[in-house]
Nanobody, 115 residues
Framework: QVQLVESGGGLVQPGGSLRLSCTTS????????MGWYRQVPRNERELVAS???????NYADSVKGRFTVSRDNAKNTVYLQMNKLKPEDTAVYYC?????????WGRGTQVTVSS
């Protein structure tokens, strides 16, 4: 069984920073892509950032230049450094991994940007 656990969310003021982590456990092998998504009530879950096992990254236009995704392949962990946070970044952030035939999601961590 595969488990993903996100951490690092919380309340931050506009302009502040947070670093999210997603740790994995279980029968983990050959992770191709690791990514972060976010969702607000009544909206669809949207891609924030992703990174392949070769280090190729992809970002939503709304976070380019502010967020940085990275991964530690030895630890099967993915990170999201979020800088210059805005109120519109407020959402539940989910981690996702793609392992060949299967995709797994974490349960999410709340990020709230408010003064």
């Amino acid at each position: 069984q595969v488990q993903l656990v996100e951490s690092g969310g919380g309340l931050v003021q506009p302009g502040g920073s947070l670093r999210l982590s997603c740790t994995t456990s279980g029968n983990i092998f050959n992770i191709r892509t690791m990514g972060w998504y976010r969702q607000v009530p009544r909206n669809e879950r949207e891609l924030v950032a992703s990174i392949t096992n070769g280090g190729i990254t992809n970002y939503a236009d709304s976070v380019k230049g502010r967020f940085t995704v990275s991964r530690d392949n030895a630890k099967n962990t993915v990170y999201l450094q979020m800088n210059k946070l805005k109120p519109e970044d407020t959402a539940v952030y989910y981690c996702k991994i793609d392992m060949s035939l299967n995709v797994y999601w974490g349960r999410g961590t709340q990020v709230t940007v408010s003064s």
